[in-house]
């Protein structure tokens, strides 16, 4: 992971090892998603689901951190999310966006955080496969069912990562089932190991 990334956005995270004792954790940069089997996270720049635990999850997570997205993430909105702070990643040098900052690449948005590590990055899809580099921290929502998409979310070696925690949960008007992930890259993890 890059040095000037990784001391840009810290912050900590307890996480339990081998189910005998906590530790902390410094990371950078969290990524938080909604994925459907084959990586499926929207179609038409719009979701592909409705479930309320999710976006209560998402809200309870991001509320007073910052928020990074691509511009079609940031359409997709019907306004800035409140009480985070809005950053925009576009390369569109005269685009404007109410309520949001503007940056020209993902290592622009990280420098313009100013609120309350961690930052999320939230989508789109390409923006999820840039940042996946720098994250350390992957809160996944993992949905066991198909859907017909044309976003997705980025294959990850899952060797390289260790969930930390699992929700299970069932949608009852849905039909599927569904699951609150929490992963955590495996070399941080070596890490705060060492030093605990």
């Known amino acids: 992971m890059p040095h000037h990334l990784e001391t840009t956005i810290m912050c900590t995270i307890s996480a339990k090892s081998d189910g005998k004792h906590f530790f902390t ?9 909604a994925v459907a089997r084959r990586g499926v996270i929207g179609r038409n720049n719009t979701l592909l689901w409705q479930l309320p635990e999710d976006l209560r999850r998402f809200k309870a997570l991001t509320t007073g951190h910052a928020v990074i997205m691509g511009r079609k993430t940031w359409e997709s909105l019907p306004q800035a ?16 966006a109410t309520g949001a900052e503007i940056a020209r690449s993902l290592k622009e948005a990280i420098r313009k955080v100013t609120m309350p590590e961690p930052a999320f990055c939230i989508g789109g899809g390409e923006i999820y ?31 390289l990562w260790r969930l930390i925690a699992n929700e299970p949960r069932f949608s009852e008007k849905d039909g599927f089932s ?19």
């Not at 569904?178 to 993890?189: C, D, G, I």
């Open 81 to 96: 999310l409140p009480q985070r702070q809005n950053i925009v990643i576009t390369r569109n040098s005269d685009y404007r």
């Open 25 to 33: 954790l410094v990371f950078p940069l969290a990524l938080i998603a």
């Open 178 to 196: 569904y699951a609150f992930n929490t992963y955590v890259r495996q070399s941080l993890l070596e890490s705060a190991r060492q030093r605990s």
């Open 129 to 159: 496969q840039q940042a996946l580099e720098y994250a350390a921290v992957l809160y996944l929502t993992e949905i066991d069912a198909n859907f017909d998409g044309d976003a997705f979310f980025p294959d990850f070696d899952k060797s």
